[in-house]
């Protein structure tokens, strides 16, 4: 039971377009949800973050917007680089300041490939 | 600044057979995970430590053994290799700082092919 989904595969974008990513989840004791980016034959490296309490959060090209009531988030880069073709997966965590702790359930990432 | 080191990057085993995927990290992190990707699936915890002495499992810990001696090391057991363990392991190190959750640092991976 895949409890975090990214549905699409895969994005294609034009540079200086902007990307958006979708994720699902199904769990509704998840509050807290990141965004990872991963290069071939990297590990994935931290992108972004929200709290369940806030509905967006903004640094530099990204944002991540979260629809609790429709267990929905977003990531969204604008505008989009060449360099950003990678695979961007989304993660969440429950009780975060808890015993969950580190324990993240990941989705099954999503290819984007910026065109020049 | 090495980060999160693992070893060995590449593998071929035979069923049967056991191994160890070692890793490192030389941040002083108190939180120590491991990984797998397979095609389709995302990353799925297999188990994680918060220190020294302290382990616990994750979503597919079955096959799979490990232990924390020390903060700097947590290595991975695979005690009798299956096909079914023919993926790429990430081991993911993390501290425990105020309003910090789940800011994972990843090693670079360890592809394991069993036949």
């Known amino acids: 039971d895949q409890q975090v989904k990214q549905n699409s595969p895969s994005l294609s974008v034009q540079e200086g377009r902007i990307s958006i990513l979708n994720c699902d989840y199904t769990?509704?004791?998840?509050?807290?949800f990141l965004w990872y980016k991963k290069y071939p034959a990297e590990g994935p490296t931290f992108l972004i973050s929200?709290?369940?309490?806030?509905d967006k959060n903004e640094d530099g090209r990204f944002t991540v917007f979260l629809n609790k009531s429709a267990k929905h988030l977003s990531l969204h880069i604008v505008p989009s680089q060449p360099g950003d073709s990678a695979v961007y997966f989304c993660?969440?965590?429950?009780?975060?300041?808890?015993?969950?702790?580190?324990?993240?359930?990941f989705g099954q990432g999503t290819i984007l490939t910026v065109h020049p | 600044n090495a980060g999160v080191t693992q070893t060995p990057k590449f593998q071929v085993l035979k069923t049967g057979q056991s191994m160890t995927l070692q890793c490192a990290q030389d941040?002083?992190?108190?939180?120590m995970s491991w990984y797998r990707q397979d095609p389709g699936m995302g990353l799925r915890l297999i188990h994680y430590?918060?220190?020294?002495?302290?382990?616990d499992q994750g979503e597919v810990p079955n096959g799979y053994n490990v232990s924390r001696s020390t903060t700097e090391d947590f290595p991975l057991r695979l005690l009798s290799a299956a096909p079914s363990q023919t993926s790429v392991y990430f081991c993911?190190?993390?501290?425990?700082?105020?309003?910090?959750?789940?800011?994972?640092?990843f090693g670079e991976g360890s592809r394991l092919t069993v036949l």
């Open positions: 769990n509704s004791m998840f509050d807290y």
């Open positions: 929200i709290s369940s309490i806030k």
């Open positions: 430590s918060v220190g020294a002495g302290i382990t």
């Open positions: 993911a190190s993390s501290s425990f700082l105020a309003g910090d959750v789940g800011e994972l640092f």
């Open positions: 993660a969440a965590s429950e009780d975060a300041g808890g015993t969950s702790y580190g324990k993240l359930t």
């Open positions: 941040m002083n992190h108190e939180y």
